[in-house]
Protein backbone atom coordinates (compact mmCIF):
# COMPACT_ATOMS: atom_id res chain seq x y z
CA UNK A 1 0.00 0.00 0.00
CA UNK A 2 1.21 3.34 -0.69
CA UNK A 3 0.60 6.84 0.92
CA UNK A 4 1.53 9.70 -1.40
CA UNK A 5 1.33 13.47 -1.35
CA UNK A 6 2.02 13.90 2.41
CA UNK A 7 4.24 16.24 4.55
CA UNK A 8 6.50 13.66 6.38
CA UNK A 9 7.94 14.24 9.70
CA UNK A 10 11.25 11.86 9.67
CA UNK A 11 13.62 11.68 12.82
CA UNK A 12 16.31 14.40 11.41
CA UNK A 13 14.00 16.95 9.32
CA UNK A 14 10.77 17.23 7.42
CA UNK A 15 9.91 15.78 4.19
CA UNK A 16 7.57 18.41 2.25
CA UNK A 17 6.45 16.16 -0.03
CA UNK A 18 7.03 12.65 0.33
CA UNK A 19 5.35 8.85 -0.25
CA UNK A 20 5.42 5.67 2.36
CA UNK A 21 4.79 2.16 1.11
CA UNK A 22 3.35 -0.25 3.84
CA UNK A 23 4.50 -4.07 3.56
CA UNK A 24 3.30 -6.55 5.94
CA UNK A 25 2.48 -3.85 9.01
CA UNK A 26 6.17 -2.19 7.98
CA UNK A 27 7.23 0.81 6.66
CA UNK A 28 9.11 -0.52 3.57
CA UNK A 29 9.94 2.63 1.94
CA UNK A 30 10.34 6.59 2.26
CA UNK A 31 10.75 8.51 -1.02
CA UNK A 32 10.85 11.88 -1.76
CA UNK A 33 8.20 12.80 -4.01
CA UNK A 34 4.83 11.21 -5.25
CA UNK A 35 4.32 7.33 -5.30
CA UNK A 36 5.88 5.63 -7.98
CA UNK A 37 2.14 3.48 -8.22
CA UNK A 38 -1.34 4.19 -7.52
CA UNK A 39 -1.85 4.39 -3.54
CA UNK A 40 -4.06 6.85 -1.28
CA UNK A 41 -3.38 10.46 -1.88
CA UNK A 42 -2.81 12.17 1.33
CA UNK A 43 -4.05 15.77 0.24
CA UNK A 44 -0.92 17.00 1.59
CA UNK A 45 -1.73 16.13 5.26
CA UNK A 46 1.30 15.55 7.60
CA UNK A 47 2.32 12.42 8.30
CA UNK A 48 3.87 11.68 12.43
CA UNK A 49 5.15 8.19 13.78
CA UNK A 50 2.38 6.79 16.04
CA UNK A 51 2.44 8.12 19.64
CA UNK A 52 3.68 6.20 22.20
CA UNK A 53 2.53 7.10 25.66
CA UNK A 54 4.34 5.36 28.95
CA UNK A 55 1.81 7.41 31.50
CA UNK A 56 -1.78 7.59 30.78
CA UNK A 57 -3.92 7.32 34.25
CA UNK A 58 -7.19 7.62 31.89
CA UNK A 59 -8.83 4.18 32.77
CA UNK A 60 -9.22 4.62 36.31
CA UNK A 61 -11.47 7.80 35.80
CA UNK A 62 -13.07 5.67 33.16
CA UNK A 63 -13.84 2.96 35.09
CA UNK A 64 -15.27 5.32 37.93
CA UNK A 65 -16.06 8.85 36.35
CA UNK A 66 -17.50 9.82 39.56
CA UNK A 67 -17.26 8.92 43.59
CA UNK A 68 -18.94 5.68 43.69
CA UNK A 69 -20.23 5.67 39.91
CA UNK A 70 -18.27 2.14 39.05
CA UNK A 71 -18.37 0.85 35.19
CA UNK A 72 -17.11 -2.49 34.33
CA UNK A 73 -13.36 -2.60 33.84
CA UNK A 74 -13.53 -4.17 30.43
CA UNK A 75 -15.85 -1.85 29.14
CA UNK A 76 -13.54 1.51 30.16
CA UNK A 77 -10.91 -0.27 28.49
CA UNK A 78 -12.65 -0.74 25.42
CA UNK A 79 -14.05 2.84 25.00
CA UNK A 80 -10.91 4.38 26.15
CA UNK A 81 -8.90 2.14 23.17
CA UNK A 82 -10.74 4.08 21.02
CA UNK A 83 -10.24 7.63 21.99
CA UNK A 84 -6.57 6.84 22.53
CA UNK A 85 -6.60 5.56 18.75
CA UNK A 86 -8.31 8.64 17.82
CA UNK A 87 -5.79 10.88 19.42
CA UNK A 88 -2.78 9.26 17.17
CA UNK A 89 -1.98 7.08 20.27
CA UNK A 90 -0.39 3.79 18.90
CA UNK A 91 1.38 2.67 22.06
CA UNK A 92 0.15 3.07 25.16
CA UNK A 93 1.05 1.55 28.85
CA UNK A 94 -2.29 2.26 30.77
CA UNK A 95 -1.12 3.34 34.65
CA UNK A 96 -2.30 1.21 37.60
CA UNK A 97 -1.95 2.45 41.29
CA UNK A 98 -2.00 0.26 44.43
CA UNK A 99 -2.14 3.07 46.61
CA UNK A 100 -5.34 3.47 48.75
CA UNK A 101 -7.87 1.68 51.33
CA UNK A 102 -9.37 -1.38 50.63
CA UNK A 103 -12.36 0.27 49.13
CA UNK A 104 -10.65 2.73 47.10
CA UNK A 105 -10.47 2.19 43.30
CA UNK A 106 -6.97 2.10 43.58
CA UNK A 107 -7.15 -0.67 46.40
CA UNK A 108 -4.50 -3.66 45.69
CA UNK A 109 -7.22 -6.03 44.75
CA UNK A 110 -8.75 -3.90 42.26
CA UNK A 111 -5.71 -3.00 40.65
CA UNK A 112 -4.67 -6.40 40.15
CA UNK A 113 -7.84 -7.33 38.32
CA UNK A 114 -7.53 -4.24 36.75
CA UNK A 115 -3.94 -5.41 35.10
CA UNK A 116 -5.57 -8.92 34.58
CA UNK A 117 -8.36 -7.47 32.41
CA UNK A 118 -5.80 -5.53 29.95
CA UNK A 119 -4.04 -8.40 29.72
CA UNK A 120 -6.80 -10.54 28.85
CA UNK A 121 -8.23 -8.20 26.50
CA UNK A 122 -5.01 -6.62 25.18
CA UNK A 123 -4.44 -8.57 21.91
CA UNK A 124 -7.94 -7.61 21.12
CA UNK A 125 -7.22 -3.56 20.94
CA UNK A 126 -7.24 -1.01 18.46
CA UNK A 127 -3.78 0.37 20.17
CA UNK A 128 -1.16 -1.58 21.46
CA UNK A 129 -1.91 -1.32 25.24
CA UNK A 130 0.60 -2.35 28.36
CA UNK A 131 0.44 -1.92 31.61
CA UNK A 132 2.50 0.55 34.03
CA UNK A 133 2.61 -0.50 37.21
CA UNK A 134 2.56 2.48 39.99
CA UNK A 135 4.40 1.22 42.85
CA UNK A 136 3.45 3.34 46.24
CA UNK A 137 6.39 2.76 48.75
CA UNK A 138 3.86 3.48 51.69
CA UNK A 139 2.35 -0.16 51.20
CA UNK A 140 4.46 -2.53 51.79
CA UNK A 141 2.14 -5.45 50.85
CA UNK A 142 1.99 -4.12 47.34
CA UNK A 143 5.22 -5.95 46.88
CA UNK A 144 5.06 -9.71 46.98
CA UNK A 145 1.91 -8.94 44.50
CA UNK A 146 3.71 -6.91 42.05
CA UNK A 147 6.73 -9.14 42.24
CA UNK A 148 4.07 -12.04 41.29
CA UNK A 149 2.52 -10.02 38.59
CA UNK A 150 6.32 -9.72 36.93
CA UNK A 151 7.01 -12.87 36.82
CA UNK A 152 3.84 -13.80 35.13
CA UNK A 153 4.69 -10.97 32.48
CA UNK A 154 1.61 -8.75 33.49
CA UNK A 155 3.49 -5.68 34.08
CA UNK A 156 5.20 -3.70 31.21
CA UNK A 157 6.93 -0.70 33.23
CA UNK A 158 7.19 -0.30 37.17
CA UNK A 159 7.24 3.21 38.37
CA UNK A 160 8.42 3.99 42.12
CA UNK A 161 5.65 6.89 43.91
CA UNK A 162 5.94 8.50 46.79
CA UNK A 163 2.67 10.73 46.88
CA UNK A 164 2.82 11.14 51.20
CA UNK A 165 2.26 15.35 51.98
CA UNK A 166 5.54 17.52 52.91
CA UNK A 167 7.72 15.93 50.40
CA UNK A 168 7.58 15.47 45.95
CA UNK A 169 4.86 16.62 44.07
CA UNK A 170 2.72 17.53 47.61
CA UNK A 171 5.46 19.25 49.58
CA UNK A 172 3.28 22.20 50.48
CA UNK A 173 0.35 20.62 52.50
CA UNK A 174 -1.83 23.60 52.25
CA UNK A 175 -1.41 23.05 48.31
CA UNK A 176 -2.22 19.37 48.99
CA UNK A 177 -5.37 20.06 50.82
CA UNK A 178 -6.10 22.85 48.45
CA UNK A 179 -6.05 20.32 45.34
CA UNK A 180 -7.61 17.49 46.81
CA UNK A 181 -10.82 19.10 47.84
CA UNK A 182 -10.98 20.93 44.77
CA UNK A 183 -10.70 17.86 42.40
CA UNK A 184 -13.27 16.17 44.50
CA UNK A 185 -15.43 19.17 43.88
CA UNK A 186 -15.52 20.83 47.26
CA UNK A 187 -14.36 24.31 47.90
CA UNK A 188 -11.80 24.26 51.13
CA UNK A 189 -12.90 27.73 52.30
CA UNK A 190 -16.65 26.58 51.84
CA UNK A 191 -15.33 23.62 54.54
CA UNK A 192 -15.37 25.23 57.79
CA UNK A 193 -11.52 24.95 59.94
CA UNK A 194 -12.58 21.89 61.62
CA UNK A 195 -12.89 19.46 58.62
CA UNK A 196 -10.08 21.27 57.27
CA UNK A 197 -7.84 20.89 60.34
CA UNK A 198 -9.12 17.33 60.39
CA UNK A 199 -7.99 17.41 56.19
CA UNK A 200 -4.66 18.50 57.23
CA UNK A 201 -3.78 15.88 60.73
CA UNK A 202 -4.39 13.20 58.23
CA UNK A 203 -2.14 14.49 55.69
CA UNK A 204 0.40 14.18 58.65
CA UNK A 205 -0.34 10.87 59.48
CA UNK A 206 -0.37 9.68 56.02
CA UNK A 207 3.29 11.91 56.03
CA UNK A 208 3.89 9.60 59.11
CA UNK A 209 3.59 6.48 57.41
CA UNK A 210 6.61 3.96 56.78
CA UNK A 211 7.99 3.55 53.57
CA UNK A 212 10.20 0.02 53.01
CA UNK A 213 12.71 0.69 50.42
CA UNK A 214 13.63 -2.68 50.73
CA UNK A 215 10.32 -3.80 49.04
CA UNK A 216 11.14 -1.14 46.55
CA UNK A 217 14.64 -2.88 46.00
CA UNK A 218 13.31 -6.35 45.72
CA UNK A 219 11.01 -5.07 42.71
CA UNK A 220 13.55 -3.05 41.09
CA UNK A 221 15.68 -6.30 41.30
CA UNK A 222 13.21 -8.71 39.53
CA UNK A 223 12.10 -6.25 37.12
CA UNK A 224 15.59 -5.81 36.18
CA UNK A 225 16.28 -9.41 35.91
CA UNK A 226 13.29 -9.35 33.43
CA UNK A 227 13.87 -6.31 31.43
CA UNK A 228 11.56 -4.35 32.47
CA UNK A 229 11.98 -0.34 32.82
CA UNK A 230 11.84 1.28 36.18
CA UNK A 231 10.55 4.90 36.48
CA UNK A 232 11.22 7.08 39.61
CA UNK A 233 7.92 9.18 40.28
CA UNK A 234 7.51 13.31 41.57
CA UNK A 235 11.44 13.66 41.93
CA UNK A 236 11.50 16.45 44.21
CA UNK A 237 15.76 16.93 44.53
CA UNK A 238 18.99 15.39 43.24
CA UNK A 239 19.20 12.97 46.89
CA UNK A 240 16.22 11.80 45.68
CA UNK A 241 17.04 11.28 42.32
CA UNK A 242 20.46 9.98 43.16
CA UNK A 243 18.51 7.21 45.75
CA UNK A 244 16.23 5.94 42.83
CA UNK A 245 19.24 5.87 40.10
CA UNK A 246 20.94 3.61 42.60
CA UNK A 247 17.60 1.63 42.34
CA UNK A 248 18.30 1.01 38.81
CA UNK A 249 15.36 3.56 37.55
CA UNK A 250 16.02 5.25 34.17
CA UNK A 251 13.55 6.98 33.75
CA UNK A 252 12.05 9.96 36.04
CA UNK A 253 8.25 10.80 35.60
CA UNK A 254 7.09 14.53 36.40
CA UNK A 255 10.32 15.58 38.41
CA UNK A 256 8.27 18.31 40.64
CA UNK A 257 11.63 20.85 40.04
CA UNK A 258 14.28 21.78 37.75
CA UNK A 259 17.00 20.91 40.05
CA UNK A 260 15.45 17.29 40.04
CA UNK A 261 15.21 16.95 36.03
CA UNK A 262 18.67 18.67 35.72
CA UNK A 263 19.89 15.91 38.41
CA UNK A 264 18.49 13.10 36.18
CA UNK A 265 19.32 14.33 33.00
CA UNK A 266 23.25 14.49 34.55
CA UNK A 267 22.62 10.76 35.75
CA UNK A 268 21.64 9.65 32.03
CA UNK A 269 17.32 9.11 33.32
CA UNK A 270 14.83 9.96 30.53
CA UNK A 271 12.87 12.74 32.14
CA UNK A 272 9.02 12.54 31.05
CA UNK A 273 6.41 15.21 31.99
CA UNK A 274 3.16 15.62 30.97
CA UNK A 275 1.69 16.85 28.11
CA UNK A 276 -1.26 19.04 29.73
CA UNK A 277 0.86 20.57 31.47
CA UNK A 278 3.73 21.31 28.50
CA UNK A 279 0.18 22.37 26.52
CA UNK A 280 -1.17 24.56 29.56
CA UNK A 281 2.20 25.94 30.11
CA UNK A 282 1.99 25.14 33.84
CA UNK A 283 1.60 22.29 36.39
CA UNK A 284 -2.21 21.82 37.85
CA UNK A 285 -0.30 21.53 41.49
CA UNK A 286 1.76 24.73 41.26
CA UNK A 287 5.10 22.44 39.98
CA UNK A 288 7.62 22.57 37.59
CA UNK A 289 6.39 23.72 34.47
CA UNK A 290 7.02 21.85 31.46
CA UNK A 291 7.03 23.83 28.99
CA UNK A 292 10.18 25.89 30.99
CA UNK A 293 11.75 22.19 31.37
CA UNK A 294 11.74 22.03 27.65
CA UNK A 295 12.73 25.44 26.99
CA UNK A 296 15.90 24.11 29.53
CA UNK A 297 16.78 21.04 27.67
CA UNK A 298 16.08 18.42 30.02
CA UNK A 299 12.90 17.03 28.78
CA UNK A 300 12.86 13.77 26.46
CA UNK A 301 9.47 12.77 26.83
CA UNK A 302 5.66 13.93 27.14
CA UNK A 303 3.17 11.76 28.42
CA UNK A 304 -0.65 12.10 28.44
CA UNK A 305 -1.10 11.92 32.24
CA UNK A 306 -4.62 12.11 31.97
CA UNK A 307 -5.82 13.68 28.78
CA UNK A 308 -5.08 11.57 25.77
CA UNK A 309 -5.51 14.34 22.94
CA UNK A 310 -2.51 16.64 24.63
CA UNK A 311 0.15 14.38 23.45
CA UNK A 312 -0.06 15.90 20.00
CA UNK A 313 -1.15 19.51 20.88
CA UNK A 314 1.57 20.05 22.80
CA UNK A 315 4.22 18.97 20.54
CA UNK A 316 2.92 21.66 18.30
CA UNK A 317 2.80 24.02 20.60
CA UNK A 318 6.46 23.26 21.19
CA UNK A 319 7.09 23.44 17.43
CA UNK A 320 4.56 26.19 16.90
CA UNK A 321 6.52 28.48 19.36
CA UNK A 322 9.84 28.14 18.06
CA UNK A 323 11.17 25.80 21.16
CA UNK A 324 12.04 23.16 18.83
CA UNK A 325 11.89 21.87 15.08
CA UNK A 326 8.70 20.27 14.16
CA UNK A 327 11.00 16.82 14.17
CA UNK A 328 12.39 17.34 17.31
CA UNK A 329 9.27 17.82 18.91
CA UNK A 330 7.49 14.98 17.58
CA UNK A 331 10.28 12.81 19.33
CA UNK A 332 9.06 13.84 22.80
CA UNK A 333 5.58 11.98 22.04
CA UNK A 334 7.31 8.91 19.31
CA UNK A 335 10.82 7.98 19.01
CA UNK A 336 11.59 9.32 22.39
CA UNK A 337 9.83 7.47 24.60
CA UNK A 338 10.11 4.40 22.18
CA UNK A 339 13.87 4.15 23.16
CA UNK A 340 13.21 4.94 26.97
CA UNK A 341 11.59 2.02 27.00
CA UNK A 342 12.89 -0.64 24.96
CA UNK A 343 10.47 -0.71 21.67
CA UNK A 344 13.10 -0.36 18.97
CA UNK A 345 10.50 -1.73 16.10
CA UNK A 346 8.55 1.58 16.31
CA UNK A 347 8.74 5.38 16.85
CA UNK A 348 9.91 6.59 13.54
CA UNK A 349 8.91 6.96 9.97
CA UNK A 350 12.15 4.82 8.77
CA UNK A 351 12.22 1.47 7.01
CA UNK A 352 12.12 -1.40 9.01
CA UNK A 353 9.97 -0.17 11.35
CA UNK A 354 6.18 -1.09 12.30
CA UNK A 355 3.54 1.19 10.12
CA UNK A 356 2.01 2.53 13.33
CA UNK A 357 1.40 6.05 12.28
CA UNK A 358 -0.68 9.25 12.21
CA UNK A 359 -1.84 11.43 9.25
CA UNK A 360 -2.81 14.80 11.10
CA UNK A 361 -4.47 17.68 9.27
CA UNK A 362 -2.71 21.37 10.61
CA UNK A 363 0.07 23.82 10.30
CA UNK A 364 3.47 23.60 12.71
CA UNK A 365 3.83 27.22 12.02
CA UNK A 366 0.21 28.75 12.72
CA UNK A 367 -1.49 28.68 16.07
CA UNK A 368 -4.09 26.19 15.17
CA UNK A 369 -4.66 23.07 16.80
CA UNK A 370 -3.39 19.49 14.72
CA UNK A 371 -6.18 17.51 13.89
CA UNK A 372 -5.91 13.52 13.71
CA UNK A 373 -7.30 12.40 10.14
CA UNK A 374 -6.08 8.75 10.15
CA UNK A 375 -4.51 6.60 12.51
CA UNK A 376 -2.50 3.15 11.73
CA UNK A 377 -0.92 0.27 13.43
CA UNK A 378 0.94 -2.11 11.63
CA UNK A 379 -0.80 -0.69 8.24
CA UNK A 380 -4.05 -1.14 9.58
CA UNK A 381 -6.47 1.87 9.91
CA UNK A 382 -7.25 1.94 13.48
CA UNK A 383 -9.08 5.20 13.06
CA UNK A 384 -10.53 7.39 10.20
CA UNK A 385 -12.55 10.46 10.32
CA UNK A 386 -14.65 11.70 7.15
CA UNK A 387 -12.14 13.12 5.21
CA UNK A 388 -9.63 10.07 4.95
CA UNK A 389 -13.19 8.13 3.93
CA UNK A 390 -13.59 10.79 0.97
CA UNK A 391 -9.75 10.52 -0.29
CA UNK A 392 -10.26 6.65 -0.09
CA UNK A 393 -13.27 6.54 -2.04
CA UNK A 394 -12.06 8.65 -4.79
CA UNK A 395 -8.48 7.49 -5.41
CA UNK A 396 -9.02 3.62 -4.31
CA UNK A 397 -11.46 0.80 -5.75
CA UNK A 398 -13.22 -1.11 -3.60
CA UNK A 399 -10.94 -3.51 -1.31
CA UNK A 400 -8.13 -2.27 -2.36
CA UNK A 401 -7.23 -0.33 0.60
CA UNK A 402 -5.76 -3.91 2.44
CA UNK A 403 -3.18 -4.73 4.73
CA UNK A 404 -1.74 -7.16 2.30
CA UNK A 405 -1.22 -3.75 -0.52
Do not use: C
Not at 230 to 258: C, M, N, R, Y
Not at 394 to 400: I, Q, Y
Request: cysteine-free; proline content about 5%.
Amino acid sequence: MWLTDLRLVLPDRVLERGALNIRDGQIAAVIEGDAPEPGLNGAGLIALPGLIDLHGDMLERDIEPRPGARFPIDLALFELDKRLAASGITTAYAAVSFSWTASDLRSQQTAQTIIETINAHRHHLHVDTRVHARFEVTNPNTGPILAEMLERGWVHLVSVMDHTPGQGQYKNVEKYVDFITRWMGFDPFALGDDLLDRLKNSMVVQAAKPRDWSIVAEVARIASERGIPIASHDDDTAAKVAQQAELGVTISEFPVSLEAAQAAQARGLRVIMGAPNAYRGESNTGNLSAMDAIRAGVVDILATDYFPAAMLHAAFRVAQRGIMPLHEAIKLVSLNPADAIGLTDRGALEVGRRADLVLVEGDPAASDHPRVRATLREGQFIFQDAMIARLTSAHLAPGELTHEN
